[in-house]
């Protein structure tokens, strides 16, 4: 009987491909779950919610499920709610938006409750995607 020795990266690989595979499919479920419960007014925060997709780290697979663009500005006080506080023009001399009757020197917010868009799908689906991670692996080998 021969044995030959292909070597650790060849014997990892069914696993990290596995891995990477779960991740990436967990993390597509957790942007479309947390673009269902994002704050809906224009949709801008909902369409912010991106993946930058699986890849490996020393510690395993790895994928972040973030906001960007105009969104990344205001998404955590969202996500975490904000006190009332006085928003004021950074460059200009007044605030304006379109639909406002006149500028503005400041505006009264009256803050905002938390929305959790992010954590709350995260907390409920974490059980899922364990079961579904746990199977890939379990089928790579």
């Known amino acids: 009987m021969f044995f030959q020795y292909v070597g650790l990266p060849a014997l990892l690989a069914p696993g990290k491909a596995a891995a990477l595979a779960a991740t990436n499919e967990g993390a597509n479920k957790l942007v479309a779950l947390s673009e269902k419960e994002a704050p809906f007014r224009e949709g801008t925060l909902a369409a912010s ?81 364990v079961a579904v991670a746990t199977a890939a692996m379990r089928k790579a080998y």
């Open 49 to 129: 919610i991106f993946t930058n997709g699986a890849h490996m780290t020393g510690r395993g697979a790895e994928a972040h499920v973030q906001t960007g663009a105009e969104a990344s500005s205001y998404a955590v006080a969202q996500h975490e709610g904000a006190k009332p506080h006085v928003i004021k023009p950074k460059n200009g001399q007044a605030l304006y938006w379109p639909g406002a009757a006149h500028p503005v020197k400041e505006v009264n917010h009256p803050g905002n409750p938390a929305t959790k868009f992010l954590e709350g799908p995260l907390l409920t689906f974490a059980p899922r995607f």
